[in-house]
């Protein structure tokens, strides 16, 4: 499976910003996927991750945050809400097809980063 992450950019604190992470070479429709970021000298972290009935989400984006999933398009999107200035980071996609813990780094599959930068 190939992930290839998309949507980064530049936005103002409030604005919005959804990030796609388009899956190829499988169908990945059950696959657990999830959503890390890592802000410049820090390390990586949990943001988001959707399995095939679930939703999980870190703390710091609860309630701003909202991951979901086109299985037909096999694509699972971040949208992000009212974005502030500490969710600047690059955001990794990453899948797995077996049950775990989806809000650690034990994926299989890693997409490659996009940069978000929200400035206030």
């Known amino acids: 499976v190939q992930l290839q992450a998309s949507g980064g950019g530049s936005v103002q604190a409030g604005d919005s910003l959804t990030l796609s992470c388009a899956a190829s070479g499988r169908d990945a429709s059950n696959y657990g996927v999830g959503w890390f970021r890592q802000a410049p000298g820090k390390e990586r972290e949990f943001v988001a991750a959707v399995t095939w009935s679930s939703t999980y989400y870190a703390d710091s984006v609860k309630g701003r945050f909202t991951i979901s999933r086109d299985n037909a398009k096999n694509t699972v999107y971040l949208q992000m809400n009212s974005p502030k200035p500490e969710d600047t980071a690059v955001y990794y996609c990453?899948?797995?097809?077996?049950?775990?813990?989806?809000?650690?780094?034990?994926?299989?599959?890693w997409g490659q980063g996009t940069q978000v930068t929200v400035s206030s």
């Open positions: 990453a899948a797995d097809p077996t049950y775990g813990d989806y809000t650690r780094e034990t994926y299989t599959y």
